[in-house]
């Protein structure tokens, strides 16, 4: 049976973090996403849902729960919800900056009441600042950050990296890390603290790689020049002969002289082929030679070599690929498929299931 939340007869926990107490203030987008991760490592997640839930079921991201239904804006409530931080560990919270102050769950008073609380707050602009208390999505966050207008086709639109860089990237993985670093802090000197997560803090820690190297020349966000903005003729993707794409990552000159080579490509002039002036040309003799055969034809073409050429699956079509299932990066049946705990531990491993 897989664990769903509010189900309280899941499998016996198992993991690094069993014994790890956390709460969970029910949200949306990044905070359920890191409390996922803490629960499928082993961790004991009580969710403090409203009724009716947060408006977004998710069977996937709400599993390995237990829930209590509070209304928080009672003293009942209120109470209640302080009872379960006294025998917390870690409590998760995503609402904007003086809510919870407001309901009467603020740090102060949480803290006051059990010290050695780490206490997770999870916003897209933080604690502090001219926007905190404004609204804002993920696509708002890493417009500010400028991690979207490095990421579009040269002259066109920015294109939303779905939720994954701001939301989950920049936020829930953030969060976790914050939160496993103030329980390691909290052995030495036996106090909890805040953890103060903002998704723009995330994601422009980010981009500390192009913060190192812009200023030295050896990159640029400029999307017509940048290598890696798929501009590039050996980082990008190529349509083939069916309208699906293959993805080509040949950065380095072994892997891009090994790609031509399997594409049939003759040449003696592979290295200046790459040259940034050449980008164009390059790209137009690619895009003529992908074309010229289907994407599973190009994948068993690739298979097993060092091109660094790989399909472009869909989503469904992922969960099926033989790596993955090799792995068992997805787990269940056809159908009800669910990513595995990640990452995975030799002696400790997560699970989601009595069976995994």
Not at 279 to 295: D, P, Q, V, Y
Not at 325 to 349: E, H, I, N, V
Request: charged letters at 20%.
């Amino acid at each position: 049976m897989t664990p769903r939340a509010g189900d309280l007869t899941v499998a016996p926990r198992s993991g690094p973090l069993v014994g790890l107490r956390v709460v969970e203030f029910t949200g949306i987008g990044p905070g359920p996403h890191c409390a996922m991760l803490l629960a499928d490592l082993g961790a004991d997640v009580v969710r403090i849902d409203r009724k009716g839930g947060n408006g977004w079921p998710n069977p996937v991201v709400d599993r390995g729960r237990t829930t209590r239904i509070l209304d928080l804006r009672t003293a009942e409530g209120r109470d209640a919800a302080l009872a379960l931080c006294d025998d917390a560990d870690v409590v998760i919270e995503g609402f904007r900056p003086g809510v919870m102050e407001r309901l009467g769950l603020g740090p102060d008073i949480v803290l006051g009441r059990n010290p050695r609380l780490v206490y997770g707050r999870m916003t897209g602009w933080g604690q502090d600042g001219p926007r905190a208390t404004t609204a804002g999505h993920d696509i708002n966050y890493i417009a500010l950050t400028g991690a979207l207008a490095a990421i579009g086709a040269p002259g066109q639109r920015s294109v939303p990296p779905l939720n994954l860089v701001g939301d989950f990237g920049g936020g829930s993985l953030f969060l976790a890390f914050g939160i496993m670093a103030a329980l390691w802090e909290r052995e030495r000197s036996g106090l909890g603290q805040v953890v103060d997560a903002a998704i723009v803090d995330g994601v422009s820690s980010l981009m500390a790689t192009f913060a190192g190297l812009i200023p030295s020349g050896r990159i640029t966000l400029d999307r017509s020049r940048n290598p890696l903005a798929g501009t590039a003729p050996y980082y990008r993707t190529y349509l083939c002969a069916d309208g699906r794409e293959v993805s080509v990552g040949a950065i380095e000159p072994q892997f891009w002289a090994e790609m031509l080579r399997l594409l049939g490509v003759e040449t003696d002039d592979a290295a200046s082929m790459r040259d940034e002036a050449r980008w164009g040309e390059t790209a137009l003799l690619l895009e003529r030679t992908f074309a010229s055969r289907t994407r599973d034809e190009w994948s068993a073409v690739f298979a097993g070599s060092d091109a660094c050429v790989t399909p472009v699956l869909t989503f469904a079509e992922a969960m099926s690929d033989q790596h993955l299932l090799d792995r068992k990066t997805y787990l269940g049946a056809d159908g009800s498929r669910m990513p595995a705990p990640a990452p995975r531990f030799s002696r400790t491993p997560g699970r989601i299931d009595d069976t995994v």
